[in-house]
């Protein structure tokens, strides 16, 4: 079942177009992510999603509304949460978190800070100003603020930026958590590939306004051909530099290190050229296409198409 349907969302500034026709839908529990290059679009969708961008045109149901006539009864069970939005700097984490809660109708508003308290490891900055946190402790109350009215629906712009790597593992434990326990829907912007892989479901991929890709993170990644070879060399590397300049294919030399760019379906003639030619190595590797290399390829000005 959906619970947000987009149908051509346009927004324009302006005589600039900067979302031309839009139309996607997310299912109840999916978590979606929105990926584009600087300048894509994607924070104006997340601002008009959220009802605070006004469309140009096109129509956003949440829960089966129209949250251009159901605003407020929709954002009672959305939030959102970005690493680049700050709260009021003078007033303490408690301050923040209390009265923000008091925007949703939350029936025990005590318990509740308590357990948002507790699952955010707030505990040594509840009582500190807000402007005092470091940038990772920031980050970590905003996303705080995010789940007190515990949505149906979450937005994460850049959820993990600034937090060390223990802390962003805990939060996309957690994130993955309320999906499965609560069904928690959750749109999420990110530039941390493998965290896209690792959370998303399905990713909407954005170019100048438009979407040029939906799929999983594994199938956009199929779309490129091209896998990496690495080997280290140890004996007859001459050779290997006549094979890739015969074969004509892309390399990278660093010492003895060799990165070969290969179509996938090539690699087991290459790999028997190189056994024949008595070239030896002591290590190797192939790394298949991911998600970042489609994103680098598009974000580069290639087509969503495989090469």
């Known amino acids: 079942m959906a619970i947000l349907e987009v ?8 005589k600039n177009p900067v979302i031309k026709g839009l139309n996607f839908s997310m299912a109840e529990g999916e978590i979606l992510g929105i990926l584009g290059p600087n300048g894509a679009g994607k ?6 999603l959220l009802g605070i961008l006004t469309p140009t045109s ?6 089966d509304k129209d949250i251009s006539t159901h605003k407020s009864d929709i954002l009672e069970h959305m939030n959102f949460s970005s690493t680049y939005t700050d709260l009021p700097w003078r007033i303490t984490v408690a301050e923040n978190l209390i009265w923000t809660s008091w925007l949703y109708n939350i029936p025990d508003r005590k318990q509740r800070l308590k357990k948002i308290k507790t699952i955010f490891r707030l505990d040594k900055i509840w009582s500190q100003s807000f402007g005092s946190l470091s940038a990772g402790q920031r980050t970590r109350v905003n996303l705080a603020r995010s789940m007190v009215n515990f949505p149906k629906i979450l937005l994460l712009d850049e959820p993990t930026a600034s937090l060390d790597p223990e802390v962003a593992a805990y939060m996309r434990e957690f994130f993955s958590d309320q999906r499965t326990k609560f069904n928690t829907s959750i749109i999420l912007t990110s530039h941390n590939m493998a965290e896209v892989e690792e959370l998303c479901d399905r990713v909407l991929i954005l170019k100048e306004g438009s979407i040029i890709g939906n799929d999983t993170p594994s199938n956009l990644a199929k779309k490129i051909e091209f896998s990496h070879l690495r080997l280290r ?3 007859n590397a001459t050779e290997l530099d006549k094979l890739i300049s015969l074969r004509k294919l ?6 003895h290190n060799y990165t070969i760019t290969i179509k ?3 690699l087991p003639l290459i790999l028997y050229e190189i056994t024949k030619k008595n070239i030896n ?3 190797i590797s192939i790394d298949k296409p991911k998600l970042e290399d489609y994103f680098l390829k598009i974000a580069k000005g290639g087509s969503s198409e495989a090469p």
């Open 281 to 283: 190595y002591s290590e």
């Open 58 to 63: 096109g129509t956003i149901n949440v829960f």
């Open 250 to 255: 892309e390399s990278s030399i660093d010492d």
């Open 7 to 14: 149908k051509d969302l346009k927004k324009t500034f302006g």
């Open 264 to 266: 996938e379906k090539l």
């Open 43 to 48: 924070t104006t969708t997340l601002q008009m």
């Open 233 to 235: 060399v140890t004996k």
